[in-house]
């Protein structure tokens, strides 16, 4: 059974029941409603006029607004900015696909062993945007005995990745060099967690080397850099 309203001129609505319909009754609200609400029933029938869109999101003037809560994307997926223009080089995504930030745990260690050295402050904070790593760290410690080769700090958050190595400048505080020597960067190797410590030749020739360890003295190594990572 089907209830018609027919046109003025022509014509008809219909509203048609199921074939078992049952015993329902469906109250209309009293009013018109408003632009863009729709019918909401209560579940036991009544029907009242309910706000198009989603819950605490709200759009106007090409914009969308989320006026509580997260925008939550899922894996391998984020936000695509193919719309526009590109620079000079050749792009390969311009999909930004991730954010993370945090605290890790950055360890000085040794090319050989560990030397006997006693850790203090082990310090590490990290925004990943993207596939590029930003850092800060800070370690101290106290002399050992033993251990040799150079030194390096290990326990970097992120793999590094997409190149042969990077270069990343470091802040040193208290570390002792070779005489005639300064510490002036640190070098991260693709695939490793780790900064090898470099020095460089203070009379500006000459090229860097890995600064070795010294066993005998404590020190504190401060870093900040950034990197690329292919996870």
Known sequence: MALKLNGSSSGYVAIDAPASAGSNTLVLPADNGSNGEYLQTNGSGTLDWAAGGLTGVTTGSGNVTITDGNLVVASGHGIDF???????????????????????????????DDGGHSMGTQTGKYRKVGSMVHFTAKMTWSGGSGGSGFCFMEGLP????????????????????????????????????????????????????????????????SLCGSYTTTS
């Open 158 to 221: 992120y793999a590094p990745g997409g190149s042969t190595f990077w270069y990343t400048h470091i802040a040193v505080d208290g570390y002792a060099c070779t005489t005639n020597r300064y510490l002036s960067e640190g070098e991260i190797h693709n695939s490793q967690d780790k900064i090898i410590i470099k020095e460089m030749n203070n009379s500006g020739g000459g090229s860097n080397y890995n600064a070795p360890y010294d066993g005998s003295v404590g020190g504190t190594l």
């Open 82 to 112: 193919s719309a526009t223009g590109d620079g000079s080089g050749t792009d390969s995504s311009e999909l930004l696909d991730d954010y993370e930030e945090g605290d890790f745990t950055p360890a000085y260690k040794t090319s050989n």
